[in-house]
C-alpha cells in the first residue's frame, strides 16, 4: 500500500513571478522559431531536393505550433506544486484550564449562547 508523505511548503516551492515566467516563455518561443526559420532557409538552399528537403519543410510546418505549446508549458512542468500549510502543519492541541486558571470576575460562554457569571 502506498503511504503519501506530504512535504512542507518550502520559499522555492514558490512558483516564478509573472515577469520571470514571461521571459523564460519568450526565450523558449524565440529558440523554436530560429529552429524554424534556419528549417525555412535550409529547405530553398539545399540542392537537389530530396528526402531531407520533406523533413525541413514538416519542421518548417508544425514548429510554430509545438513552440507556442511548448512555451505556453514550459514553467507549469519544471515547477513544483505548491502545497497547502494547513495540510503539512498538525495544530497542537490546547491545553486543558486547571482550577487555578479560572478568574471569578470571567464570564465564560457555553455553546448555547448563555452567558454564565461565576460567583
Given amino acids: 500500500m502506498k503511504t503519501r508523505h506530504t512535504r512542507s511548503q518550502t520559499a522555492t516551492s514558490i512558483p516564478a513571478s509573472p515577469e520571470a515566467d514571461e521571459t523564460a516563455r519568450m526565450r523558449q518561443y524565440v529558440i523554436t ?14 540542392q537537389p531536393w530530396g528526402w531531407h528537403t520533406a523533413v525541413l519543410g514538416i519542421g ?4 510554430p505550433y509545438f513552440a507556442v505549446v511548448i512555451a505556453n508549458q514550459a514553467q507549469s512542468a519544471l ?15 490546547p491545553a486543558e484550564p486547571t482550577a487555578s486558571d479560572e478568574d471569578p470576575a470571567v464570564f465564560r460562554m457555553n455553546e448555547s449562547g448563555r452567558v454564565e457569571e461565576r460567583p
Fill in 33 to 46: 522559431m530560429a529552429i524554424r526559420t534556419v528549417c525555412v532557409v535550409l529547405m530553398f538552399a539545399i
Fill in 60 to 63: 518548417a510546418i508544425f514548429l
Fill in 79 to 93: 515547477s513544483p506544486a505548491a502545497e497547502r500549510p494547513e495540510i503539512a502543519i498538525e495544530a497542537a492541541r
